[in-house]
């Protein structure tokens, strides 16, 4: 038995790499919480390391009422045939609150194997589909125009990562009326804003060296210039960076400009790629009063 609905994801998301990582009773222990605390959806990054499909099962087990998305797993380490008989096996209490965002990753994380990325996410899509996969339970990591496209035509909708509200409005417009957007947006919650983008920009810069992410900040309008030096204008068109009256602005922004959903990255005063659980929650927790 398959479901032609779209999870549901409400407003507000996690998007969280540390759910992932380190002692599988904590992040589990977390994912609950969350669940408690109302978040729509728990987005799983999936571009890098370990059995993601494991790991989101895992995620599933450990929650009753939140939806877990994939953002994203990664087409060139996933086979599509094994990625529609994991989903055929989930539980169907399970499969109708998960969501499948999908990525092309970076040419320089996949190698000489990416290649015509648009192509080959059409044809992982045909595979899908054809093992039964319903598109209503898929959403792409659509950047560029092209994506957007295939996103809005084949699938639910899209889930754009580091973006901005004007990317949002541009996305939208493509997307048309009815298909989810979903964008990601990092936050770091420090009412001293110089700090807060200063922990932000090694995140900003990490992704500025990745030319997918770089093109498509220059469609928004940021110079070769913004990208090389991550430029404050840059960190701070991306990030949220501040109190949370300055959260709750961007993600008013976002919603004005089209989105359905927005998931927020917390980052804080952890090191890329660091798993802290322990300093994530009581910020999460904190947002969650502010902002659900």
């Keep these: 038995m398959t479901t032609a609905v779209t999870p549901r994801i409400g407003r507000i998301g996690i998007w969280s790499m540390e759910l992932r990582f380190g ?3 904590e992040p589990a222990e977390a994912a609950a919480e969350l669940d408690e605390l109302g978040y729509g959806a728990l987005w799983i990054p999936g571009a890098t390391g370990g059995d993601l499909l494991n790991d989101l099962s895992h995620l599933l087990a450990a929650t009753q009422h939140t939806t877990i998305a994939s953002g994203i797993l990664n087409i060139w380490k996933h086979q599509a045939t094994d990625v529609a008989g994991w989903w055929h096996e989930l539980p169907h209490n399970q499969r109708a609150r998960f ?3 999908l990525g092309v990753s970076h040419s320089e994380a996949v190698g000489a194997a990416y290649a015509k990325p648009l192509t080959a996410m059409k044809a992982y899509l045909d595979r899908l589909f054809d093992a039964g996969v319903t598109a209503r339970a898929i959403v792409l990591a659509a950047l560029g125009p092209k994506m957007t496209e295939l996103a809005r035509d084949q699938t639910a909708g899209a ?7 004007e990317h949002t409005a541009i996305a939208r417009a493509a ?6 957007l979903a964008p990601e947006q990092g936050v770091v919650l420090d009412a001293n804003p110089a700090r807060a983008r200063d922990l932000a ?4 810069q990490g ?3 990745l030319e997918n ?3 498509s900040w220059r469609r928004l309008g940021f110079t070769d210039d913004d990208i090389a030096q991550t430029s404050d204008r840059l960190v701070d068109a991306v990030f949220a960076c501040g109190d949370v009256e300055v959260i709750s602005a961007r993600l008013d922004a976002h919603f004005s400009a089209g989105a359905d959903h927005v998931c927020l990255q917390v980052v804080g005063t952890a090191a890329p790629g660091t798993n802290d ?3 994530l929650r009581p910020v999460w927790r904190r947002l969650a009063e502010a902002l659900l």
């Design 201 to 204: 920009r090694p995140y900003v």
């Design 207 to 209: 992704y500025g060296r």
């Design 99 to 101: 969501l499948l965002g």
């Design 159 to 165: 889930h754009p990562y580091l973006v901005t509200p």
């Design 23 to 25: 002692d599988s009773a």
């Design 213 to 215: 992410y770089a093109n």
């Design 175 to 180: 997307l048309g009326r009815g298909p989810i």
């Design 277 to 279: 659980l322990a300093a």
